[in-house]
């Protein structure tokens, strides 16, 4: 048990590094920023693993050795538990509270009485020469062993998780269709046994609402959603936070939400380059989105732009927004000419700048356009949100649900229970008036709460004294 | 004057009377001997105590009416809720114990230092995001609290503890001074019979918790191995509710971000000091590990639970840094 405790000691001290550097399944871009700070320092934790700690070596060395020593330590327990869950109660030698009585009965007679009484107490009874032993308390020791077993359980269930699990992100503008595959998705991570089996739903976004407290506090988050296998449509409901839509072992929740305004460009005859909804960004105050028109010739065309809900101009000529809601919007832009390199691997949130050069700057509120002096019109003429779910299945998840249930039950006796013997011996003595007599000698030993079990046996005594109708103590 | 309002009224109120009933607890604890009759003061400072619990309840309410929704939305909500649990928590225990009278005043200043910071925490009565508008999250968090609570008196135990077992082994080495009726060592172990092994865990936490050495405050103690059983009990209550409250917030975040863990800090601490805790009620089963060793995992434990309160949000960004606001 001292390896336990140490390991327990060192599992914490190892899972605390964690929440002090920034972890990379959690917050990639915070990695970044830190090892930018401190490049010699941000190598050496690199190469021990502080910003991976929980998928670390030494991280999981450490619960498997907790593992093993819980292991081996849980195999001899089992076999003692069976072992005296089996076994007869036994009368012990010597209790730590004892009571001698009379009884108005025969010995046999006194015996049934108390083996009764006992056993109506939930206590187990075997007779013995002469009288009865009793025990009860087990699951103390079974509590404890349930509670440690789901441990491993648990781990079960994590990995079964991790291993035939998927989560994936994907934003869809309000009226588009999203189709569950591996390419949909804006990002996915799939567990090395999930083999590629996606659903292959379709998931329309029939409308996105925001509600907001007077003082900007979001209130609801919910997206009108149409569920389709195939044609067929299956599920017609709202997605909202902490409510999310199952379906088919897939969990679809309400994670984020943005705005997309519908961005129009056309060229000087007319010749419409580009009218779609973009998925801006949270960008400090405001939105970021760009648009690529690869089609023009000679040069390419990228649009960066920033987009203002509810637009107002603080008095160091800064422009932010002023609530959540669309009072006032206004898309600014940065058109960029020149090549996109298309054929590098990019973000679609991001322009390419390095084979381009800046051309026009320009702002355009909603159903208003601009034409630019390259020849260029860009338009705003409607806005829409868009709505970002987390696709996620785990199919480890009611195993860890079971095992945490295991747990909680398994802490409860193996706190508050305690093991203790009851023993009973009766001798016949010789009867004043031929009436049967006997002497009752009551014996009983707790191995754990022991202030509680003295009134426990003050009860039993005071029960028999009753049931046998003699008289008190000698 | 708004609802809320008045619930802040009845905030300072109640921190008022708490504050009044600490220092009347710190003058009566000197003037009582253990186990006698309440002096005077000491039954001001209990009426001060009851009187600031009743408006804390009132404040709590009102806070509730106000922002519409259950009063453990934020910060200062849930430090109000916690110091309040651990309030009637204290007055439980003495109720049924009157010999643990000793602890009063240390209890009741943790209270109010978690008062005092609590209104350094202060938001103002509203509703809650979205991603807290779960009735998990509401289990969660008040099991959180009163997990929480329980753990802070336990924690006034381990130390009084602490205090206490240093007097007294300087009492058994120097043979000194008020200990005459002082027997031993506080912890004995009773021998079992019948081949059932010794059990020292809770050996009657109540026997004779009066005539202890030491001086000052030290003296006015009861003896170590009771403080050290309450101790234990207490953790031993909080346990269970805490690893509930970390349960039901992983049920939460399943429901609300599509895991239910994910090494979040808050998620991480919250395990560290349950963690720390199990670490403690295993040390107090192995030989070696009780007494101050145990008592030290304690007070680790208590440490890891404000940094999972205090540090993790105010300090520590994660998922639940909204929990500041």
Redesign the interface.
Same mark, same amino acid.
Do not use: H, T
């Given at each position: 048990? !001292?390896t =336990?405790?140490m390991l327990?000691?060192a599992?914490?001290a190892a899972?605390?590094i964690?929440?002090?550097i920034p972890?990379r399944?959690?917050n990639e871009l915070a990695v970044i920023r830190w090892k930018a700070m401190r490049p010699g320092l941000g190598a050496f934790f690199e190469r021990i693993g502080f910003f991976d700690?929980?998928g670390a070596g030494w991280f999981t060395a450490i619960y498997t050795l907790l593992l093993v020593s819980l292991v081996g330590c849980l195999v001899p327990r089992y076999r003692a538990f069976w072992r005296v869950w089996r076994a007869t109660p036994k009368?012990?030698? !010597?209790? =730590?509270h004892t009571f001698e009585g009379v009884a108005a009965c025969g010995e046999d007679e006194a015996i049934d009485i108390a083996e009764r009484s006992l056993r109506r107490r939930r206590y187990r009874t075997a007779r013995i020469e002469g009288g009865v032993a009793a025990e009860r308390g087990h699951w103390r020791e079974g509590g404890s062993l349930m509670f440690h077993t789901a441990f491993l359980v648990l781990l079960v269930g994590?990995a079964v998780g991790k291993g035939w699990g998927f989560?994936g992100q994907v934003a869809i503008v309000e009226g588009d269709r999203f189709t569950e595959t591996h390419v949909a998705y804006d990002s996915i991570n799939e567990g090395s046994r999930f083999g590629e089996r996606h659903r292959g739903f379709t998931l329309a976004v029939e409308d996105f609402n925001a509600t907001f407290?007077d003082?900007g506090?979001?209130?609801?988050?919910v997206s009108r959603v149409k569920l389709f296998e195939g044609d067929r449509l299956v599920r017609d409901t709202d997605i909202?936070?902490?409510?999310?839509l199952v379906y088919r072992g897939v969990?679809i929740?309400?994670?984020a939400w943005g705005w997309a305004p519908r961005i129009v460009i056309e060229a000087g005859d007319g010749t419409v380059l580009h009218d779609a909804p973009v998925v801006f960004l949270p960008d400090g105050g405001g939105w970021r989105g760009v648009v690529k028109v690869p089609q023009t010739k000679p040069e390419q065309i990228g649009l960066e732009m920033y987009f203002f809900n509810d637009l107002k101009v603080d008095e160091r000529g800064r422009p932010r927004n002023v609530s959540p809601l669309p009072n006032r919007p206004f898309v600014f832009f940065q058109e960029y000419r020149g090549d996109l390199n298309l054929s590098a691997p990019q973000s679609v949130y991001e322009i390419d700048k390095r084979k381009m050069k800046p051309g026009d700057i320009g702002a355009v509120a909603l159903n208003a356009s601009e034409t630019l002096p390259g020849g260029y019109t860009i338009s705003f003429p409607g806005l829409r949100q868009y709505t970002v779910f987390?696709?996620?299945a785990?199919p480890g998840?009611a195993v860890?649900?079971a095992a945490?249930a295991l747990?909680?039950v398994g802490?409860?006796p193996s706190?508050?229970s305690s093991?203790r013997?009851v023993w009973v011996r009766v001798r016949s003595s010789a009867a004043a008036g031929g009436e049967p007599e006997s002497r009752v000698e009551l014996s009983g030993?707790a191995?754990?709460?022991?202030?509680s079990f003295?009134e426990e046996f003050g009860a039993i005594v005071r029960d028999l004294g009753r049931q046998l109708g003699g008289g008190g103590a000698r | 004057m708004s609802v809320a309002g008045i619930s802040d009224t009845l905030f300072w109120a109640a921190l008022v009377f708490y504050g009044l009933a600490t220092a009347a607890f710190f003058v009566a604890i000197r003037r009582e001997a253990p186990g006698a009759m309440r002096s005077a003061t000491g039954r001001v400072a209990l009426g001060l105590t009851i009187a600031g619990a009743a408006i804390h309840l009132g404040m709590i309410v009102t806070r509730a009416v106000a922002a519409g929704r259950v009063p453990w939305g934020n910060m200062y909500e849930y430090s109000a809720v916690l110091v309040f649990l651990l309030v009637v928590a204290m007055l439980a225990v003495v109720s049924r114990r009157p010999s643990l009278r000793a602890i009063e005043p240390f209890a009741m200043l943790v209270g109010v230092v978690t008062m005092v910071l609590a209104r350094g925490l202060y938001a103002p009565a509203g509703p809650l995001q979205p991603a807290l508008q779960s009735w998990w999250l509401k289990i969660h968090v008040i099991s959180a609290i009163a997990a929480s609570s329980i753990f802070s008196i336990a924690f006034v135990f381990t130390v009084a503890y602490l205090i206490k077992e240093r007097a007294e082994r300087r009492a058994l080495f120097t043979g000194s001074t008020v200990g005459a009726a002082y027997a031993g060592p506080a912890v004995v172990a009773e021998r079992g019979g019948a081949g059932f092994p010794a059990d020292h865990l809770d050996a009657d936490p109540d026997a004779g918790a009066d005539a202890p050495p030491g001086r000052g405050l030290a003296a006015r103690l009861p003896k170590s191995s009771t403080l050290d059983a309450w101790s234990y009990r207490l953790t031993a209550v909080a346990f269970p509710i805490w690893t509930w409250a970390v349960i039901a917030g992983a049920i939460w975040a399943a429901k609300a971000w599509s895991r239910y863990w994910a090494w979040d800090p808050k998620e991480t601490w919250a395990f560290i000091t349950w963690v720390i805790y199990a670490a403690y009620l295993h040390a107090r089963a192995t030989s070696g590990w009780r007494g101050r060793r145990a008592a030290v995992v304690a007070v680790a434990g208590f440490v890891s639970l404000w940094i999972t309160y205090y540090v993790v949000n105010l300090w520590i960004v994660g998922l639940h840094s909204y929990a500041g606001t």
């Open positions: 048990m !001292r =336990a405790i327990l000691f599992l914490a899972a605390s964690g929440s002090f972890q399944p959690i700690v929980y009368p012990g030698a !010597r209790g =730590a994590v989560n407290a003082n506090v979001p209130k609801e988050f909202r936070v902490n409510n999310p969990s929740f309400q994670l987390q696709i996620a785990d998840q860890v649900l945490a747990i909680l802490l409860f706190l508050y093991r013997r030993l191995l754990q709460r022991k202030a003295e | -």
